[in-house]
């Protein structure tokens, strides 16, 4: 557990529940989910009083919940929003071992970037001047960012070095941008291991024989791709219940512009990844297409060679069929040159298919 009291200059944590709201700015309560599943009750208390409310209970389940896509939902009274981010290849169990961790790497599933593509939910709850975050167990995120806002307080100047978020659904914003970006950065690395994949599915002297971790990476892919489509129909929904918000005392015209342009950042952000993802899909599924189109082909010019090679040694076979006739008179076995012409002419018939054969481009590139 971690708390933060953000004033518009400056940031304090404490390891105690707020009793009471600073006198400017708002305060950031940062969970794992094991810890606020045991504190909901206490979470419960702070919030009626801090702000005159509490969470539904259907929420709560889906904060408690680390399979729920990636979703938004709004009372009158607070603003939910669940965001999966990436987990490096494990996530937690269910809720009957709390606070376990599922290790899934097997060295048989494919390339280690492959593995590490896994999600875990983080949910966020927006009221007016609290925002309360519920992260997986193993979550850097909230470490990274906490540290983040704790060095911009100080530069070399003594001044802030980035604005600090000015409201809850700012830094909710922030850090939603933040768990964009670790896709964002897997596309790279998911670009080298697929075109590793496809050089070795085209080259037709190597021997592919890695389909189980070719399928599980279509798979992943597929599997990242809907995860990201739950994304920007969150941040779509969020957008648009952001534009109902007006101006207030707490929500400056600025700063609601300022939420609004984060947003639409966010969401062009993820239809960037959505993208990717769909064209990586697409390009994995070429491969496999152009790799047997390429054995397909390969087979065919081994058939045609061998065809062609039956072609020529066809005619000798006739020919040697022919001298193994059992007559009586055979001027040419009784010859004493006969063997010599007749190896002199099978090999004129022979190269002589064969040349014909090349210059139709049957044997040969």
């Not at 700015?25 to 702000?51: D, H, N, T």
């Not at 984060?262 to 993802?277: A, F, N």
Request: glycine fraction near 4%; include cysteine.
């Amino acid at each position: 557990m971690r708390i933060f009291s953000i004033h518009p200059d400056q940031i304090q944590e404490t390891d105690v529940l707020p009793q009471a709201l600073p006198e400017s700015g708002f305060v950031w309560m940062a969970f794992s989910r094991r810890e606020f599943e045991i504190m909901q009750a206490q979470v419960q208390q702070v919030l009626k009083s801090l702000c005159q409310a509490d969470i539904v209970d259907l929420h709560l389940q889906d904060v408690l919940n680390n399979q729920l896509p990636s979703h938004y939902d709004f009372t009158a009274d607070y603003d939910l929003l669940v965001f999966r981010r990436l987990a490096q290849g494990r996530s937690e169990t269910d809720l009957s071992k709390p606070g376990e961790i599922l290790h899934r790497e097997s060295p048989n599933t494919g390339p280690s970037i492959l593995r590490r593509i896994d999600t875990s939910p983080v949910a966020f709850l927006v009221f007016d001047r609290v925002v309360i975050s519920v992260h997986p167990a193993d979550c850097a995120i909230r470490q990274v960012f906490a540290a983040k806002i704790l060095s911009a307080n100080f530069s070399v100047s003594g001044q802030a070095m980035h604005r600090l978020p000015s409201n809850p659904a700012d830094l909710m914003l922030r850090m939603v941008g933040t768990v964009v970006d670790g896709y964002l950065n897997l596309r790279r690395e998911l670009t080298r291991q697929l075109d590793h994949w496809q050089s070795e599915l085209l080259n037709p002297k190597a021997r592919f024989n890695n389909w189980s971790a070719l399928l599980n990476a279509r798979l992943t892919l597929h599997y990242l791709d809907e995860v990201c489509e739950d994304q920007r129909a969150a941040i779509t929904d969020w957008i648009e219940a952001l534009d109902a918000w007006a101006p207030g005392d707490l929500l400056r015209p600025e700063s609601l512009e300022l939420l609004k342009v984060r947003s639409r950042d966010v969401l062009e952000h993820i239809e960037r990844v959505v993208h990717h993802v769909g064209r990586l899909e697409q390009s994995a599924e070429t491969a496999v297409q152009m790799h047997f189109n390429a054995q397909s082909n390969r087979t065919n010019e081994i058939m045609r060679t061998l065809t062609v090679l039956t072609a020529i040694f066809l005619p000798l076979n006739l020919i040697t069929g022919f001298f193994g006739m059992n007559f009586v008179n055979f001027p040419a076995l009784q010859a004493s040159n006969g063997l010599f012409f007749t190896e002199i002419f099978m090999g004129l018939v022979a190269a002589g298919l064969a040349v014909i054969f090349w210059r139709r481009r049957y044997l040969g590139a």
